[in-house]
């Protein structure tokens, strides 16, 4: 089974500043894909960054960054920077084949 | 190239009703996903076709979901005697291959309401 846990259901940063959103998962598969999709207000589900499992090197987006620790099957992200358009829904999400497996989500505010 | 595109946005249905909800995949892409996206959660796993095939309905909930696609690029859900629990947004999602870690590319959704 695939599970993907997101224990922060709300996380708020200022403009400008830094902010870390934590995932964790599990499968027992060794080949597979780890995204953050973004979910505005709108629901317009974006990708924001991709992390191919076999990949030792952390994928970067501009100001988007991952820390994938495949050891601890975590997969946390960084924004930085942080702009008023940041504020959203964020999933981390596990491709294992095809079917996505979501996280519950984390809810991002941004603060002028 | 335009995005995916689904219809209704928005869909109000009373309990007993069917309901049939339309996805518009981007031109050319092969993999079709329906996800299901219920209030404060993360989506969920319907079906997937590739092309006209469905080649995967483990998600879908009861034998009153059905999704088709007959012509490999428009797709329909549609839910029979609709109920209470099924109030939900439905999400589609299109990629341009089957592949595992090829992109997803997500409609804006439908939501739907059954009173």
């Known amino acids: 089974a695939q599970t993907v846990t997101q224990s922060q259901p709300e996380m708020s940063v200022q403009e400008a500043e830094t902010v870390t959103l934590s995932c964790t998962y599990d499968t027992s598969e060794s080949d597979y894909y780890l995204f953050w999709y973004k979910q505005p207000p709108s629901r317009q589900m974006i990708l924001v960054i991709r992390?191919?499992?076999?990949?030792?090197q952390n994928a970067t987006e501009n100001r988007f960054s991952v820390n994938f620790q495949k050891a601890a099957k975590s997969f946390s992200l960084k924004i930085s920077d942080s702009q008023l358009g940041d504020a959203a829904m964020y999933f981390c999400v596990l491709d294992s084949g095809y079917a996505l497996n979501f996280g519950k989500g984390t809810s991002l505010l941004v603060t002028p | 190239g335009a995005g995916v595109s689904q219809s209704p946005r928005y869909k109000v249905a009373k309990r007993g009703q069917d309901v049939a909800l339309r996805c518009d995949p981007i031109s050319g892409h092969v993999s079709l996903f329906w996800y299901q996206q219920a209030l404060g959660q993360g989506p969920e796993f319907l079906t997937y076709f590739q092309n006209e095939a469905q080649l995967d309905k483990s998600g879908l909930p009861s034998d009153r979901f059905f999704a088709e696609r007959p012509e490999g690029s428009v797709s329909t859900l549609k839910i029979q005697r609709t109920q209470q629990e099924d109030s939900a947004v439905y999400l589609c999602a299109s990629s341009l291959e089957l592949a595992g870690g090829d992109t997803q590319y997500f409609g804006p959704g439908t939501r739907l309401t059954v009173l």
């Open positions: 992390q191919e499992a076999y990949k030792q």
